[in-house]
């Protein structure tokens, strides 16, 4: 079962921040990235395996600020 969620993300300014957060993400066990650009990232995810607040962390632990939308 997947689901998705869109976050929306303050702090990225350039490509270089759209792979940051992509590495990010794609780190989560159970998490499919969709698309990332700057300030919106879209996933699919497990959520057996992650949860939307868990997610969010990943893009929160490396400098940027994720709001679930
Ligand atoms: Mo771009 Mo992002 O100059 O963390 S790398 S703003």
Redesign the pocket.
């Known amino acids: 079962m997947q689901n998705t969620l869109n976050l929306s993300v303050t702090?990225?300014?350039?490509?270089?921040?759209v792979r940051?957060v992509t590495t990010a993400l794609e780190a989560v066990p159970g998490v499919q990235v969709q698309s990332v650009e700057v300030g919106l990232a879209h996933v699919a995810f497990d959520p057996d395996k992650a949860t939307p607040q868990e997610i969010a962390a990943s893009i929160n632990r490396i400098?940027?600020q994720a709001s679930i939308q």
């Open positions: 702090g990225m300014h350039c490509g270089s921040c940051r400098g940027f």
